[in-house]
C-alpha cells in the first residue's frame, strides 16, 4: 500500500479538525437560537395574556369573556394562536375559534403561579403554551379566581430553525471550503522545500547530481549539510576501499609472478620445496585475484550511480566472449526487454554478467541464451533486473548447487579457472540486495537467475 503523503496528511488533520470545530460551533448556535426563540415566545405569550386580561368584561353568567380583541388569530381556526379562561372549577368561561378541533388541555394553576411548556395538539404537533392564575374582583366586590391561558404552534419556528440551520451549514461549508484552498495554497508553498529535497536526490540516484544543492530554510539545513557530508564520505569511503584493495593486489602480482617464473624453472622444478612453493604461490595467486575482483564491486546500489544500459554491457561482454571461444563456434542468443537498466555500479553488473557468461562458455556444446528483462513494482520508484543465462551443456547436479556458490569450489577440475567466479558473483547479487537461483535449463544444461529486486 502506497503510503500517503505529508500533505494530505495535513489536508487530513485539518479538515476532520475544521469539521469538529465548525460543527461544535454550528451545535453552539443552533441551541442558542433555539433558547433565545423559545424565550421571545414566551414573552409574546406573556404579552397575549395581558392583553387577554386587559380585554376580559364581566358576562351574566359569573364569567369572563374578552371583548375587542387585539389577535385575529384567536378567531381564525389553523391560526396557529389559541387562547381559553377557565373558571376556578376547571370548567371554560371562554375559549377560541382557533381551539376548536384541536385537543389541546390547558393545565389548571392556582392564583399567582404561571406555567410555561409544550402541549400536544391531537394531530401530534407541539405548541409552546403560557398558563397564568389571577383573582378578578368583580362589580359586587366577589373575588373568584381564573386562568388565563395562551398557545402558540411550533411550526413557524421550527421552519425558520430549518432555515437557520441550512445556512449555517451553507455558510461554514462554504467557509472550510474556502479556508482549506487557502491552506493548500499555503501548504504548498511551505512544502515546496521538502518536494525539492525529493527531486535531488532522485537526481543523486539517476547519477545526474554529486550532492544536494543551497539555500534551504534554517530548519532544513541540518539534513541537507549532513547528508551532503554523509555522500562525500562515502564516495571517499568507497574511493579508499578500492583504491587500498587495488593497490594491495597490485602490489601482491609482480613479486608473485617472479616467484612463479623462478619457480617454473628448470632449477625450481628440480626441487621438492620448489613444488611446495609454487602450490602456495598458486593459492596467493587465487587470493590475490579473488581480491581484485571484490576491490572492482562497490558493494550494493550506491548513490550518485546513472542506471546502466543492460543490453548494451550484455552485447559488449557476448562479442568478447565470442572472440575468446571462436575455436568451439559457440552461438549466443540475446533477448533484453526493453528500457532495461540495472541501477547500481556498472562494474558490478560487468562482474556479475561475465562471470556468468564466461562459465555458460566453458561448459556448453554449442548454444547460450541469455535472456534480461525489468522487475517492476507499483510501491517502487526503480525497476529491478531480472537476467537468466542458459547453455546447452552437462549442467550442474542438483546436490552440488549450493556448493559451486562457495569459494574455490570447482566441479570440474579439467576446465582452467581459480573457483572464485561464482562465489562473487553470489557476492555482488546479494550485495545489491538480489538473489540467485540455479536450476536446469530446458536446453539440457544449467539455468542460472540472478533477480535484483527494484527498490
Known sequence: MQPRSLSTRLLVSVSVLLILF???TILALDFVFRDM???????????QVLALLTASEEDSSGGLRPEQLGESGFDNPGSGLYGEILRSDGRPSWRSISLTGTGIQFPHVRTGEHRFGELKRADGATVLSL???FEWQFRNGVMRPFVYSVAESMEPYYAQLNRLRGRMFGWFGGLMVLLLGAFTVLLRRLLAPLRRVEHEIEAIEAGELMELGSGYPRELLGITTNLN???RSERERLARYRNTLGNLAHSFKTPLAVMRNLLSSQQGRDLTVGRQL??????????????LRRAAASGG??????PTDVRTALEGLRGALLKVYADRHVTCELT???GTTFVGDKEDLTEIAGNLLDNAFKYTRSLVRVTADRVVSPAARRDGLRLIIEDDGPGIPLDKRARVLERGARLDERVSGQGIGLSVVRELVELNGGTIVIDSSALGGARIEVKIAPV
Request: no cysteine; charged share 30%; aromatic share 4%.
Open 22 to 24: 465548525f460543527g461544535v
Open 37 to 47: 426563540s423559545r424565550r421571545a415566545i414566551q414573552e409574546k405569550l406573556e404579552v
Open 131 to 133: 398558563s397564568m392564575g
Open 229 to 231: 557530508a554523509l555522500l
Open 278 to 291: 609454487d602450490e602456495q604461490v598458486g593459492r596467493m595467486d587465487d587470493i590475490v585475484k579473488y581480491q
Open 301 to 306: 546500489t550506491g548513490l550518485g550511480m546513472a
Open 336 to 338: 533484453v526487454g526493453e
